[in-house]
């Protein structure tokens, strides 16, 4: 399941924490996808792959994408090397993971910071990277982010001045969210920001920053749709 953010299945079998099987209202209403697709048929996905709509059906990608893909139990099932093999065979980038959560957190520390700040400034990166005091607020993000990933466990492979440094790199996008709100569409914010503040509030990790750019954005989102 090829999902941003925090997935309504981040808990399911997750032995090395204490939450196992939590689930949350915020990413799964009622729970639906629990109940009607379960998680134990889900195979955690995360995509690397920078992409925008040019025009209607069509994408302009930004680079050689690739894909992670993991149970969320960690171990290397037939069903992900069936998987594996049907993505080799369409030339497809594919690495397998034994703790896609980590994978989850690593990019989360780019989406829970360039897509929300991206949509309040309607900046491209190499604009919010180019100014310091907003690189300043997105680096503070990510130090969130990263705190609350690995008092649940995480290992997240990267530092916050590696995350930047990688993103001065990009170039001129637009990330999806910034896409979304200029196309009136409802944005992606709970999975990316929101799931920051609640498992930050579970693991007694302080958010502010988060706290503040939820609240904005999700305010940009009700006007944006209202207007829309």
């Known amino acids: 399941m090829i999902l941003n953010g925090i997935p309504w299945w981040y808990f399911h079998r997750d032995t090395g924490g204490q939450h196992a099987e939590l689930q949350f209202e915020e990413l799964d209403p009622g729970g639906k996808l629990w109940r009607l697709v379960g998680p134990e048929r889900v195979i955690g996905c995360v995509a690397i792959q920078g992409a925008e709509v040019s025009d209607p059906g069509q994408i302009r990608l930004s680079n050689k994408g690739r894909f992670i893909l993991g149970e969320p139990s960690g171990e290397i099932s037939a069903d992900l090397r069936e998987i594996e093999a049907l993505f080799n065979r369409a030339e497809i980038s594919i690495t397998l993971s034994e703790r896609i959560r980590d994978d989850i957190w690593s990019k989360l520390m780019g989406n829970a910071s360039f897509n929300p700040i991206s949509a309040l400034t309607r900046s491209r990166m190499s604009d919010l990277m180019a100014d310091g005091a907003t690189s300043d607020q997105i680096g503070k993000v ?85 207007t829309a």
């Open 142 to 226: 990510m130090k969130e982010v990263k705190a609350v990933g690995e008092a649940l466990g995480a290992n997240v492979g990267i530092s916050v001045e590696e995350r930047l440094e990688q993103a001065r790199q990009v170039g001129p996008i637009k990330t999806s969210m910034l896409q979304d709100l200029l196309a009136g569409k409802p944005l992606e914010i709970v999975p990316l920001v929101g799931m920051i503040v609640a498992l930050g509030r579970l693991t007694a990790v302080p958010t502010p920053v988060s706290e503040t750019i939820f609240a904005l954005v999700s305010q940009l989102d009700r006007e944006n749709c209202r």
